[in-house]
């Protein structure tokens, strides 16, 4: 296992040149290739994108009004769906793409695009807008056989019932053009990706959907400059010593642009980690941390615990409120499923025993007689030690 | 206690780590070689680290209470006797050689251009670590493992002062109180032990600064990279190329900020077997076999599923250590595990409650995701692709061909689990393809340059200029 102790001869100035004009020509080469295929219409369309404001907007089933610049949705209808609508007269044939402007949209919401248009007026038309990040991302709509004529009236239709509240900025429908779909491109690249509980099994790169990933679309670009400056390379007759030089320095340009992105990232989420926790002590770091409310009451839990390990069964309906619960009780004996929602056999709880239940259903306490029951089992005698909305702790009598 | 506390964390390992690889280290060696003192210095804290937690074993097997005067004493008299066998061998720290090695960072042997790229390098590594740390130093123990298994441990050990027992549902309920229980109560208690360790010294459990070790991790791994790579004979500005390469990975970075889980660890300790391992083949030493040993010993004593990996570096090192019958070996290993596999999709037998069986399922397309679409290694498998078809000439001849075997098993390793996701209850781990990945790409990237090195060197020989014609 050795290498050279020598560097590759340097490249001449002229092998440097070819390749900048190479990375260059496959960086445009690339671009328009795709603009070929992701624009629908025209690369420049004269017309400007046409855009709703949250006041124009009707709420037509949920609750909610308008604050600031803001559609703010408080509540879905009885049915659990939300729908906003707005009136609109324009082309489908030159506006091929419609985007809401919506944030906090419930994690996994079913959400729709709903239109009619002029050709069949009493048909109402719908396709589906993936979500992502609490967003409503753009919708391409230029394949759509119902996408034609003028489109009267569009609307977006949420059909999961909200658990905070949603806020609408508006509507555009947009041309599409070259320029709009390279910012959407930019915006997914740059989009702000946070830790989340997958982040150490998967980076994805900016936003979670994205219509051209970047590390495809450099290595793309690396392969048809090192490819472009062979062939040039050898059409003009010279050298291919710097073949080595020119594979490195495209490889290491490739590099550093996700690179660049990656710290642009980081340094976000630096500025968001710090704006939640600095200054703050440990105590107060668990209470604004995603379990803030669980760690409360654990702390209440722990001042009626014994000072040495007691056994403690801890149920709740989330996998991570279990695990997180006994990770916040250790040096406790803590037991608990750590994949599904499975409370012990009563036979198994001995007296002095302790039990914490957070936000689990199928669990009663009935006071007067101090008896817990769960799951339908034989109920079992029961002290209630600490409780607060939705959490308890008992201890086995 | 905080900052203090965190100095005699990392640095009483540290020094027991350094201490202990420089009294195995050769006669001839000289911190002033080229890569050496960062060797030891990245290597040190990986070893200080196992040599730590295997003290805190043997306290805990002794029946004696762990506590930070416990295991401090025992480092420091372990570190006292590392550091006489050194002054024993000669190989005493000379400042000067340490001066000198440090004065190689000024790289005044370079021109203004390559000088200007590794500044700009250096700066743009520090920017990296500076983020890192603030991003670790600020936020409490987040990833899910992290939390469910390891430091859970981690804490019962603090808190009690004894490294209790975990057992699993049955034997926590039959237990009645001796048993502790979480999600992984049978994965090694090394990375846990580290964690109880820091507290210890912190004087208090405090799962923001516990995450720091992970940052020295980051760090250690980066010098032993460079060292490595140095000491194979890369210029410096290539070594550190190839070094940021490795640490700016986005799910390293990942495993560096999101502290607590064991991938970063086992990474580091596959790299430095492997190094050592291609070492021991050219010095035959008992000194370097033990530096070998340890490295190697430590991938099962991490993480449960290190033991694959502890496979993986068998071929190569055979083939370093036999290199006339390296290709013979390779062949053999290669045949071995194809035909293992090919009797494993066969079967339907069970050895322990564990299936024999595996269905090959490759799920192409979540690879082609994972690997070249997600910016999970930006183009980390698109140049070991690349380097492999360009320079695979180079890459098997006889200096290449042990590091090139080393490489190839990890990543059939990771090729496996991908291709037969049952392999996850042979494991005992169900870590993710991208995680098992992360193991062997430090030394995927060390590869990758070493092969690019010796290929662009006879490639540069065997081009001779056209002549141009006037």
């Known amino acids: 296992m050795s290498a050279s102790e ?6 001449p100035r002229e092998d440097g040149r070819r390749l900048a004009i190479s990375l260059a020509i496959a960086f445009l080469a690339v671009g328009l290739a795709y603009f070929a295929i992701a624009v629908p219409g025209t690369w420049f369309p004269s017309r400007s994108p046409l855009a709703w404001s949250a006041s124009q907007l009707s709420l037509v089933r949920g609750t909610g009004s308008v604050v600031g610049d803001e559609l703010v949705v408080t509540g879905s209808a009885p049915d659990g769906s939300v729908l906003v609508s707005i009136e609109t007269d324009f082309r489908t044939d030159q506006y091929p793409a419609v985007a809401w402007a919506a944030i906090d949209l419930p994690e996994g919401a079913s959400a729709r695009l709903l239109w009619r248009n002029d050709v069949a007026p009493t048909r109402l038309n719908s396709v589906a807008i993936a979500v992502e990040s609490g ?38 429908a947009k041309p599409m053009g070259m320029v709009e779909v390279a910012r959407d491109r930019a915006s997914e690249w740059l989009a702000f990706e946070p830790w989340t509980g997958e982040s150490v099994n998967k980076i994805v790169g900016g936003a979670d959907l994205q219509d051209l990933p970047l590390p495809a679309l450099v290595a793309a670009i690396v392969i048809i400059a090192v ?64 379990d803030g409310a669980l760690f409360g009451f654990i702390e209440n839990a722990r001042a009626v615990l014994p000072a040495t390990p ?6 709740a309906d989330a996998h991570y409120f279990r695990g997180r619960a006994a990770y916040h009780l250790y040096p406790h004996n803590v037991f608990y499923d750590p994949v599904r929602d499975a409370m012990p056999r009563p036979e198994v709880l001995r007296p002095g025993d302790y039990m914490l239940i957070y936000q689990r259903h199928g669990t009663q306490y009935d006071v007067a007689t101090k008896r817990l029951r769960w799951d339908g089992n034989a109920p079992v005698s029961a002290a209630l030690e600490a409780s607060d909305t939705g959490a308890s702790l008992f201890r086995i009598e | ?81 590392v550091a006489w066998i050194a002054w024993r061998r000669g190989r005493r720290l000379k400042l000067a050689a340490v001066r000198s090695s440090l004065q190689q960072l000024r790289v005044t ?81 090394t990375i846990p032990l580290l964690q109880a360790w820091t507290a210890f010294a912190l004087g208090r459990w405090d799962d923001v600064l516990l995450a720091v070790p992970w940052w020295f991790a980051g760090v250690a791994l980066a010098l032993a990279l460079y060292g490595i790579l140095r000491m194979a004979g890369l210029g410096a500005l290539a070594a550190l190329a190839a070094t940021w390469l490795a640490v700016s990975l986005p799910l390293l970075d990942a495993h560096v900020a999101l502290a607590g889980y064991a991938e970063i660890f086992l990474a580091a300790f596959f790299l430095l077997a492997a190094f050592s391992a291609v070492q021991f083949a050219i010095t035959r030493s008992r000194a370097s076999a033990l530096v070998a040993l340890l ?39 290669a045949g071995l595990v194809a035909a293992a596999l090919f009797a494993a999709t066969r079967t339907r037998a069970t050895i322990a409650g564990i299936p024999l069986h595996l269905d090959f399922a490759p799920a192409w397309p979540t690879l082609v995701e994972n690997f070249l679409l997600l910016d999970n ?37 990771v090729f496996a689990i991908f291709a037969f996701p049952m392999l996850a209850a042979w494991r005992g781990d169900s870590s993710t393809m991208n995680r098992a990945a992360l193991v062997v790409a430090p030394l995927a990237c060390a590869w990758m340059a070493l092969t690019l090195a010796a290929w662009s060197d006879r490639w540069s020989r065997r081009e001779t200029p056209i002549p141009v014609r006037t």
């Open chain 1, 6 to 11: 020598n560097p590759p001869a340097p490249a």
């Open chain 2, 295 to 333: 490295f190697a010993c430590a991938l099962p004593l991490v993480k449960s599923s290190g033991a694959f990996w502890l496979v993986a570096l068998i071929p190569g090192t055979a083939a370093a250590l036999q290199p006339r019958r390296a290709t013979r070996i390779a062949l053999t290993a």
């Open chain 1, 227 to 290: 490819a472009l400056w062979y062939a040039w390379t050898r059409a003009v007759r010279r050298s291919l010593r710097a073949l080595p030089f020119a594979a490195v320095a495209a490889f290491i340009a490739g590099w550093f642009v996700l690179d660049a992105r990656y710290m642009f990232n980081l340094s976000r989420q630096v500025a968001d980690t710090s704006a939640r926790y600095r200054g703050l002590d440990l105590r107060e770091k668990h209470l604004a941390a995603e």
């Open chain 2, 1 to 81: 206690m905080g900052t203090a506390g965190l100095v005699v964390a990392v640095g009483l390992p540290w020094l027991l780590g350094i201490a202990w690889l420089r009294a195995l280290s050769q006669g001839g060696d000289s911190l002033a070689d080229p890569g050496r003192l960062a060797w030891m210095l990245g290597a040190g804290w990986f070893a200080g680290v196992l040599l730590l937690t295997l003290l805190m074993r043997a306290l805990g097997t002794i029946g004696a209470r762990l506590s930070l005067g416990t295991i401090a004493s025992a480092t420091l008299m372990t570190l006292a006797f």
């Open chain 1, 135 to 172: 967003r409503p991302l753009p919708v391409a709509l230029e394949g759509s056989a119902a996408w034609i004529g003028r489109a009267k009236g569009i609307a977006l239709l949420v059909a999961t019932r909200l658990d905070r509240p949603l806020r609408i900025r508006g509507v555009v």
């Open chain 1, 310 to 315: 007691a056994r403690i069964f801890v149920g």
């Open chain 2, 377 to 413: 290694w930006h183009l980390l498998w698109l140049g070991v692709a690349a380097v492999a078809a360009m320079a695979w000439r180079v890459a098997i001849t006889a200096p290449l061909l042990p590091l090139t075997l080393l490489t190839g098993a990890g990543i059939a390793y």
């Open chain 2, 109 to 189: 042997n370079l021109g203004t251009g390559k000088r200007v790229v590794w500044f700009a390098l250096l700066g743009w590594l520090t920017l990296r670590a500076a983020l890192l740390l603030a991003e670790i130093s600020t936020r409490p123990l987040f990833p899910w493992d992290a939390w469910s298994r390891v430091a859970s441990k981690a804490r019962v050990y603090y808190e009690l002062g004894r490294v209790m027992p975990f057992g699993d549902a049955e034997r926590w309920i039959a237990g009645s109180g001796s048993v502790w229980f979480d999600a992984g109560p049978h994965d090694p208690v």
